[in-house]
């Protein structure tokens, strides 16, 4: 009897675990017929769509040491409230933007790690544009790349050096300005390039001038001295050298005024842009400045009018050089259209 009623609870107990697996697998079923109809519109419902990352302006910064208008890049960088801009500064070597260097946040840290000592006039200027660029090829959203600090004239004036000529024919030769701004498909051109960079290292140098030399000698004829300055050719005549120039536009959006009666050594009357001190910036200057609608190509005789998608516009957004005092007082007068509360910082 014992035996019996242990098998008859044994078979029970079996009984109801079978049961219960029936039950699970025909809810199981039932959620599957229900899942297969309804999953796409639950989809649609419970997953948010995917953010979509915006392309991203890479500012890109060439300075001795610390950022001399810091304060009104800080006002202007304020303004972006949509994070457009990316920023990467060279400096020279060893020297760290931090809280004791710059008041704006936006430059802290920025100095990028691999930077060189630049000698103005010599290739060593154009190899801190390529590390620049390396540097802010990186970021994958970076899609436009400014040099901040005029434009396109194609003119000789005798920096060309004919030992230039197996790699670099004459006729793709260009003249242009440093604050250029660039796509990613030209700076990997840029970054990529072992042809044209080796050539400007070799043969595109300054004229020496007494102020410049330290440890060599004068040359007995300085006049038989080739003069180039590589920052002003280097970008524009490789893109011409690429096939490229095509796809730019032949001007520049930083200001600069080159006033050729301002220097009084005439070897180096012209080398440099007129600055603007504190007497010079008034609402007027700036006023001036934001109407100009037209370049006029001296060494071509020609004017052309600034456009934008092919319609009429203005051809500057930025300007240089002005002086610590003259930015301050800019920013006072709010006529940057620019808060002014980065004076507080500087």
Excluded at 84 to 102: E, M, W
Excluded at 108 to 117: A, E, G, K, V, W
Aim: proline share 6%.
């Amino acid at each position: 009897m014992k035996r019996r009623s242990n098998s008859l609870k044994f078979h029970h107990i079996w009984k109801r675990k079978l049961f219960a697996m029936l039950l699970c697998f025909s809810c199981f079923t039932i959620l599957l017929l229900v899942e297969s109809q309804y999953s796409p519109i639950q989809m649609l419902t419970f997953v948010s769509p995917p953010t979509i990352a915006k392309p991203k302006i890479a500012c890109l910064f060439i300075a001795r040491n610390r950022i001399p208008l810091d304060m009104v890049w800080d006002a202007f960088f304020r303004g972006d409230e949509e994070n457009r801009f990316s920023i990467y500064v060279h400096s020279r070597p060893g020297f760290l933007l931090n809280k004791a260097t710059t008041r704006s946040p936006y430059f802290l840290n920025r100095q990028i790690n691999d930077s060189i000592q630049v000698d103005w006039g010599e290739a060593s200027m154009i190899q801190a544009e390529r590390i620049l660029l390396q540097n802010a090829l990186m970021h994958p959203l970076n899609e436009r790349f400014i040099f901040l600090s005029d434009s396109f004239a194609d003119t000789k004036e005798g920096r060309y050096n004919p030992k230039m000529g197996p790699v670099i024919p004459v006729d793709n030769w260009r003249k242009g300005s440093q604050w250029v701004v660039l796509t990613r498909k030209h700076v990997e051109t840029i970054v990529q390039d072992d042809s044209v960079f080796p050539m400007f290292q070799w043969h595109c140098k300054k004229r020496s001038l007494p102020e410049f030399w330290r440890e060599t000698a004068l040359p007995a004829d300085a006049s038989k001295e080739h003069n180039c300055i590589p920052d002003e050719h280097y970008v524009q005549t490789l893109l011409a050298q690429k096939g490229l120039e095509g796809e730019i536009t032949r001007r520049s959006l930083t200001h600069s005024s080159w006033d050729l009666s301002s220097s009084k050594d005439p070897e180096r009357r012209g080398w440099h842009p007129l600055t603007y001190k504190l007497a010079d910036s008034s609402p007027m200057l700036i006023q001036s400045i934001k109407d100009i609608d037209n370049i006029y190509y001296e060494t071509e005789y020609r004017r052309e009018w600034c456009t934008s998608k092919g319609k009429p516009s203005k051809c500057f957004l930025f300007a240089r050089k002005f002086t610590r005092p003259a930015a301050l007082r800019l920013l006072n007068t709010s006529v940057l259209g620019i808060s002014s509360e980065a004076t507080s910082r500087a």
